[in-house]
């Protein structure tokens, strides 16, 4: 009697399990999935921070914990993302573009990454001291730069924009490999005359500089934005608002790239479908997690031409959702 009452018991707790896992896998498996972002002063850092917060949020719904890391940036969340050691990551269209096709600071090319959404423009900045003389980015020439870390988007935008001047770095007085959390000290202290950001803004690390010392934002030429959209087809004009900062600030002419929120095509469909449903069901919330996700809109997040194909689970939330065609 007793084993007969054990094995109904079984029996039940077996058809319970089977039942949610049949209703929900991805709240049966109680799944973490890691996004990797980028340095606390940039914008990958609180975009993945805010993403995650979304899909922790309705947790109940699809049972999927997001857990944020932080990480150098683009490249290394490619590179990490590409090799498993992260589910998720942010990068810039471009480098998400060299990493799928084997260019730039990819050796060999990546077939299995896969987009999930835009989300915001990045800006090619160049931040000068006042005082240093520079007013374009071809006043650079011999002065004290940071050309940011080894590997880094910043550095690689740097080193695309200098080999159109056909300038090496020994055209520089000093160069510099600075982090992003240094960059405004080093410029405010002195040691530096320039820095390069690829940024979204407002930027934190742009605002400190600008408030704290004499500096200023300054333009690219027509021929430096040809380069850059001629180089990589992921770049495009675009005007940076001055009054992100101050009323007095003008707009500044430059280029950018997209953001793109990317992983692999093991990601589980279902997986995929509750991010992407996560951050679009509460598009005002996320709106509101940052002044430079204040002017998104949901049209420009949903492109089909991305820098690499689009993930089927965010295809299907797409299409469930009206946003994209069958």
Request: a neutral charge; charged letters at 20%.
């Amino acid at each position: 009697m007793r084993d007969w009452l054990q094995q109904l018991t079984g029996c039940v707790v077996f058809s319970i399990a089977f039942s949610l896992c049949a209703l929900n896998p991805a709240y049966a498996e109680n799944r973490l999935v890691s996004l990797g972002t980028g340095g606390v002063t940039g914008l990958y850092y609180p975009a993945g921070g805010a993403l995650c917060r979304l899909v922790n949020l309705t947790r109940e719904q699809h049972g999927i914990r997001c857990a944020v890391r932080n990480t150098p940036g683009s490249v290394t969340n490619l590179r990490k993302v590409s090799s498993g050691k992260l589910d998720m990551g942010i990068a810039e269209a471009g480098q998400l573009f060299n990493a799928v096709n084997g260019r730039g600071k990819f050796d060999r090319p990546d077939p299995q990454l896969r987009a999930l959404i835009s989300l915001y423009p990045e800006y090619i900045s160049v931040l000068s001291r006042t005082d240093s003389g520079i007013k374009s980015f071809a006043d650079l020439y011999n002065k004290r730069i940071n050309i940011g870390k080894e590997g880094s988007s910043q550095r690689i935008t740097m080193a695309m924009l200098m080999t159109t001047r056909n300038w090496s770095l020994d055209d520089f007085a000093e160069v510099h490999q600075l982090a992003p959390a240094n960059q405004a000290d080093a410029l405010c202290e002195n040691r530096i005359d320039a820095t390069l950001y690829v940024v979204g803004h407002p930027s934190g690390a742009i605002k400190e500089a600008l408030r704290d010392c004499d500096s200023q934002l300054v333009s690219l030429s027509l021929e430096d934005i040809e380069t850059l959209t001629t180089t990589n087809p992921h770049y495009h004009p675009l005007s940076l608002r001055g009054d992100y900062y101050d009323a007095s600030q003008p707009d500044v002419t430059t280029a950018g790239v997209n953001a793109t929120l990317f992983t692999r095509a093991d990601l589980p469909d279902e997986v995929a479908y509750a991010v992407v449903k996560s951050l679009f069901s509460q598009f005002e919330r996320f709106r509101r997690m940052h002044p430079a996700f204040v002017d998104l809109k949901i049209e420009d997040m949903v492109k089909p031409s991305l820098a690499a194909p689009m993930h089927p689970g965010a295809q299907r939330y797409f299409q469930d959702a009206g946003l994209l065609q069958p």
